[in-house]
Protein backbone atom coordinates (compact mmCIF):
# COMPACT_ATOMS: atom_id res chain seq x y z
CA UNK A 1 0.00 0.00 0.00
CA UNK A 2 1.40 3.66 -1.11
CA UNK A 3 1.62 6.16 2.26
CA UNK A 4 0.59 9.23 1.37
CA UNK A 5 2.56 12.06 2.68
CA UNK A 6 -0.01 13.15 5.09
CA UNK A 7 -0.70 9.82 6.63
CA UNK A 8 1.27 8.72 9.82
CA UNK A 9 3.50 5.62 8.83
CA UNK A 10 1.86 4.03 12.19
CA UNK A 11 -1.40 4.94 14.12
CA UNK A 12 -2.51 3.65 17.29
CA UNK A 13 -5.96 3.95 18.41
CA UNK A 14 -7.50 3.21 21.76
CA UNK A 15 -4.60 0.65 22.44
CA UNK A 16 -5.79 -1.53 25.52
CA UNK A 17 -3.46 -4.74 27.31
CA UNK A 18 -5.08 -6.94 29.49
CA UNK A 19 -3.41 -10.10 30.85
CA UNK A 20 -5.34 -12.66 32.40
CA UNK A 21 -4.50 -16.04 33.92
CA UNK A 22 -6.00 -18.26 36.64
CA UNK A 23 -5.13 -15.24 39.24
CA UNK A 24 -6.99 -12.87 37.64
CA UNK A 25 -6.66 -10.08 34.79
CA UNK A 26 -3.73 -7.29 35.14
CA UNK A 27 -4.25 -4.45 32.34
CA UNK A 28 -1.10 -3.07 31.47
CA UNK A 29 -1.67 -0.74 29.03
CA UNK A 30 -5.00 1.84 29.90
CA UNK A 31 -6.95 2.90 26.10
CA UNK A 32 -3.41 4.67 24.27
CA UNK A 33 -3.82 6.88 20.94
CA UNK A 34 -1.22 8.41 19.16
CA UNK A 35 0.83 8.47 15.68
CA UNK A 36 4.10 8.17 14.50
CA UNK A 37 5.21 10.05 11.13
CA UNK A 38 7.33 8.87 8.42
CA UNK A 39 10.95 8.87 9.44
CA UNK A 40 10.36 10.09 12.84
CA UNK A 41 12.44 9.01 15.50
CA UNK A 42 10.08 8.74 18.60
CA UNK A 43 11.54 7.95 22.58
CA UNK A 44 9.07 6.16 24.71
CA UNK A 45 9.86 7.09 28.92
CA UNK A 46 8.30 5.45 32.12
CA UNK A 47 8.91 3.93 35.19
CA UNK A 48 9.87 0.28 35.57
CA UNK A 49 7.10 -2.37 35.01
CA UNK A 50 4.56 0.83 33.12
CA UNK A 51 4.45 -1.62 30.07
CA UNK A 52 6.50 0.11 27.91
CA UNK A 53 8.01 -3.17 26.13
CA UNK A 54 4.41 -4.49 26.18
CA UNK A 55 3.34 -1.33 23.55
CA UNK A 56 7.07 -2.47 21.70
CA UNK A 57 5.90 -5.84 21.09
CA UNK A 58 2.09 -4.77 20.00
CA UNK A 59 3.30 -2.18 17.60
CA UNK A 60 5.74 -5.09 16.25
CA UNK A 61 3.06 -7.03 15.67
CA UNK A 62 4.15 -9.48 18.55
CA UNK A 63 1.26 -9.36 21.09
CA UNK A 64 -2.45 -8.90 19.68
CA UNK A 65 -3.93 -6.19 21.61
CA UNK A 66 -6.73 -6.51 24.04
CA UNK A 67 -9.04 -3.46 22.24
CA UNK A 68 -8.31 -1.20 20.10
CA UNK A 69 -6.10 -1.31 17.07
CA UNK A 70 -2.59 -0.43 15.47
CA UNK A 71 -2.42 0.55 11.78
CA UNK A 72 0.89 0.03 9.79
CA UNK A 73 0.64 2.28 6.52
CA UNK A 74 -2.84 2.78 6.59
CA UNK A 75 -3.69 -1.06 7.38
CA UNK A 76 -4.56 -3.19 10.42
CA UNK A 77 -1.29 -4.98 11.88
CA UNK A 78 -2.05 -8.29 12.41
CA UNK A 79 0.82 -10.04 12.95
CA UNK A 80 4.50 -9.34 12.32
CA UNK A 81 4.94 -7.94 9.35
CA UNK A 82 8.61 -7.64 6.98
CA UNK A 83 8.49 -3.44 6.94
CA UNK A 84 9.22 -3.49 10.78
CA UNK A 85 12.24 -4.81 12.41
CA UNK A 86 12.64 -4.90 15.79
CA UNK A 87 15.65 -5.11 18.12
CA UNK A 88 15.56 -5.98 21.86
CA UNK A 89 17.71 -5.58 24.66
CA UNK A 90 19.96 -8.52 24.39
CA UNK A 91 20.99 -9.35 20.85
CA UNK A 92 19.88 -12.76 20.80
CA UNK A 93 22.52 -13.67 18.01
CA UNK A 94 22.50 -17.34 17.23
CA UNK A 95 26.19 -18.23 18.76
CA UNK A 96 27.19 -20.99 15.98
CA UNK A 97 26.34 -18.28 13.15
CA UNK A 98 29.04 -16.02 12.26
CA UNK A 99 28.83 -11.81 11.91
CA UNK A 100 27.63 -12.56 8.35
CA UNK A 101 24.92 -15.83 8.93
CA UNK A 102 23.20 -13.60 11.65
CA UNK A 103 23.05 -10.94 9.60
CA UNK A 104 21.89 -12.52 6.65
CA UNK A 105 19.25 -15.21 8.33
CA UNK A 106 16.26 -13.13 7.91
CA UNK A 107 16.61 -13.35 3.97
CA UNK A 108 17.07 -17.08 4.23
CA UNK A 109 13.83 -17.26 5.83
CA UNK A 110 12.53 -15.56 3.17
CA UNK A 111 14.38 -17.95 0.71
CA UNK A 112 16.00 -14.89 -0.78
CA UNK A 113 18.84 -16.32 -3.18
CA UNK A 114 22.68 -16.10 -2.53
CA UNK A 115 23.36 -13.63 -5.07
CA UNK A 116 20.75 -11.38 -3.15
CA UNK A 117 22.08 -12.24 -0.26
CA UNK A 118 25.66 -11.80 -0.24
CA UNK A 119 25.87 -8.50 -0.95
CA UNK A 120 23.06 -7.04 1.06
CA UNK A 121 24.90 -8.91 4.03
CA UNK A 122 28.23 -6.72 3.09
CA UNK A 123 26.73 -3.19 2.69
CA UNK A 124 24.84 -3.70 6.18
CA UNK A 125 28.57 -5.05 8.00
CA UNK A 126 29.71 -1.84 6.16
CA UNK A 127 26.89 0.39 7.17
CA UNK A 128 27.61 -0.74 11.34
CA UNK A 129 30.94 -0.61 11.20
CA UNK A 130 32.17 -3.85 11.28
CA UNK A 131 34.28 -4.28 8.27
CA UNK A 132 36.58 -7.52 8.77
CA UNK A 133 34.45 -9.39 11.05
CA UNK A 134 31.96 -11.15 8.84
CA UNK A 135 33.80 -14.59 10.13
CA UNK A 136 33.94 -13.54 13.72
CA UNK A 137 31.44 -15.61 16.06
CA UNK A 138 29.42 -13.77 18.78
CA UNK A 139 31.36 -15.21 21.75
CA UNK A 140 34.34 -12.97 20.34
CA UNK A 141 32.53 -9.89 19.83
CA UNK A 142 32.10 -7.12 22.81
CA UNK A 143 28.64 -5.97 23.43
CA UNK A 144 28.52 -3.00 21.10
CA UNK A 145 29.65 -5.00 18.64
CA UNK A 146 26.75 -7.75 19.23
CA UNK A 147 24.32 -5.02 18.94
CA UNK A 148 25.38 -3.44 15.86
CA UNK A 149 25.24 -6.90 14.38
CA UNK A 150 21.39 -7.42 15.88
CA UNK A 151 20.93 -3.69 14.15
CA UNK A 152 21.92 -4.63 10.69
CA UNK A 153 20.27 -8.30 11.33
CA UNK A 154 16.63 -5.71 11.79
CA UNK A 155 17.85 -3.57 8.67
CA UNK A 156 19.18 -6.24 6.17
CA UNK A 157 15.28 -6.31 4.83
CA UNK A 158 15.15 -2.59 4.61
CA UNK A 159 12.11 -2.36 6.58
CA UNK A 160 10.44 1.18 6.87
CA UNK A 161 10.49 1.07 11.40
CA UNK A 162 12.89 0.04 13.36
CA UNK A 163 11.73 -0.98 17.23
CA UNK A 164 14.39 -0.85 19.60
CA UNK A 165 13.36 -2.07 22.89
CA UNK A 166 16.24 -0.78 25.63
CA UNK A 167 18.73 -2.16 23.22
CA UNK A 168 22.03 -0.48 24.93
CA UNK A 169 20.72 -1.61 28.24
CA UNK A 170 23.25 -4.38 28.92
CA UNK A 171 26.18 -1.68 27.89
CA UNK A 172 28.28 0.26 30.35
CA UNK A 173 27.46 4.28 30.07
CA UNK A 174 30.54 4.98 27.43
CA UNK A 175 29.59 2.45 25.03
CA UNK A 176 26.21 3.37 25.56
CA UNK A 177 27.11 6.39 24.61
CA UNK A 178 28.95 5.51 21.51
CA UNK A 179 26.59 3.39 20.73
CA UNK A 180 24.34 6.07 20.62
CA UNK A 181 25.66 7.98 18.59
CA UNK A 182 26.32 5.05 16.24
CA UNK A 183 22.82 4.17 16.20
CA UNK A 184 22.08 8.19 14.56
CA UNK A 185 24.85 7.64 12.18
CA UNK A 186 22.87 4.05 10.62
CA UNK A 187 19.93 4.77 10.93
CA UNK A 188 18.96 8.43 11.15
CA UNK A 189 21.48 10.24 9.42
CA UNK A 190 22.09 7.28 6.58
CA UNK A 191 20.52 8.41 3.37
CA UNK A 192 20.46 6.63 0.13
CA UNK A 193 23.16 6.98 -2.11
CA UNK A 194 24.98 8.41 1.26
CA UNK A 195 27.19 5.70 1.65
CA UNK A 196 28.72 4.20 -1.31
CA UNK A 197 25.82 3.41 -2.93
CA UNK A 198 23.70 2.23 -0.28
CA UNK A 199 20.33 2.38 -0.73
CA UNK A 200 19.56 2.69 3.01
CA UNK A 201 17.29 5.72 3.97
CA UNK A 202 16.36 7.13 7.33
CA UNK A 203 14.30 5.46 9.22
CA UNK A 204 10.98 5.86 11.46
CA UNK A 205 12.13 4.76 14.72
CA UNK A 206 10.57 4.02 18.08
CA UNK A 207 13.00 3.17 20.63
CA UNK A 208 11.85 2.62 24.58
CA UNK A 209 15.08 3.35 27.04
CA UNK A 210 14.85 4.28 31.12
CA UNK A 211 17.46 7.19 29.86
CA UNK A 212 16.09 10.45 29.87
CA UNK A 213 19.02 12.20 28.49
CA UNK A 214 19.34 9.34 25.91
CA UNK A 215 15.79 10.25 24.87
CA UNK A 216 16.13 14.14 24.43
CA UNK A 217 20.03 13.34 22.93
CA UNK A 218 18.49 10.87 20.07
CA UNK A 219 14.56 11.18 19.55
CA UNK A 220 12.28 13.76 17.64
CA UNK A 221 9.75 13.59 19.73
CA UNK A 222 9.34 11.54 23.43
CA UNK A 223 5.92 9.45 24.65
CA UNK A 224 6.38 9.51 28.54
CA UNK A 225 4.26 6.51 29.91
CA UNK A 226 2.30 6.67 33.84
CA UNK A 227 2.32 3.93 36.29
CA UNK A 228 0.59 0.68 34.94
CA UNK A 229 -2.11 0.78 33.71
CA UNK A 230 0.02 2.88 31.63
CA UNK A 231 -1.67 6.46 29.91
CA UNK A 232 0.12 8.99 28.38
CA UNK A 233 1.57 11.37 30.66
CA UNK A 234 3.48 13.91 28.26
CA UNK A 235 3.95 13.62 24.24
CA UNK A 236 6.74 16.57 23.73
CA UNK A 237 8.97 17.13 20.62
CA UNK A 238 12.61 17.72 21.07
CA UNK A 239 13.49 20.84 18.70
CA UNK A 240 17.43 20.48 19.08
CA UNK A 241 19.08 20.45 15.31
CA UNK A 242 20.36 17.61 13.59
CA UNK A 243 23.12 16.19 12.94
CA UNK A 244 23.14 16.52 17.04
CA UNK A 245 26.39 16.36 18.41
CA UNK A 246 27.84 15.51 21.72
CA UNK A 247 27.93 19.25 22.93
CA UNK A 248 24.57 19.23 22.90
CA UNK A 249 24.39 17.46 26.14
CA UNK A 250 25.34 20.12 28.10
CA UNK A 251 23.10 23.33 26.78
CA UNK A 252 20.84 24.44 29.30
CA UNK A 253 17.89 23.91 26.57
CA UNK A 254 18.91 20.27 26.37
CA UNK A 255 19.27 20.21 30.58
CA UNK A 256 15.32 21.81 30.46
CA UNK A 257 14.08 19.12 28.31
CA UNK A 258 15.82 16.69 30.74
CA UNK A 259 14.39 18.15 33.73
CA UNK A 260 10.91 18.34 32.10
CA UNK A 261 10.39 14.47 31.10
CA UNK A 262 11.69 13.70 34.40
CA UNK A 263 9.13 15.13 36.22
CA UNK A 264 7.00 14.02 34.08
CA UNK A 265 7.95 10.42 34.57
CA UNK A 266 7.50 11.14 38.62
Given at each position: ????KN ?5 V??L ?6 A?G??Q ?6 F ?7 V ?23 T ?21 F ?8 R ?7 L ?6 A??S ?11 L???Q?F????P ?15 A???D ?19 Q ?6 R?A ?10 S ?16 A ?12 R ?7 V ?15 P?F????Q ?7
Amino acid sequence: MTLSKNEPILSVKDLQVTFSDANGDLQVLNPLSFTVERQEFVGVLGPSGCGKSTLLRVLGGLLAPTDGEVLFRGEALQGPRRGVGFVFQNANLMPWRTVFANIALPLELQGAPDSEIAPRVHELIELVGLQGFADWLPRDLSGGMAQRVAIARALVHDPDVLLLDEPFGALDALTREQMGAELLRIAIDARGNARNGSRMERKTIIMVTHAIDEAVYLADRVLVLGPRPATIRLDVSVDLPRPREESLRYTPHFGALAQHLRVAIG
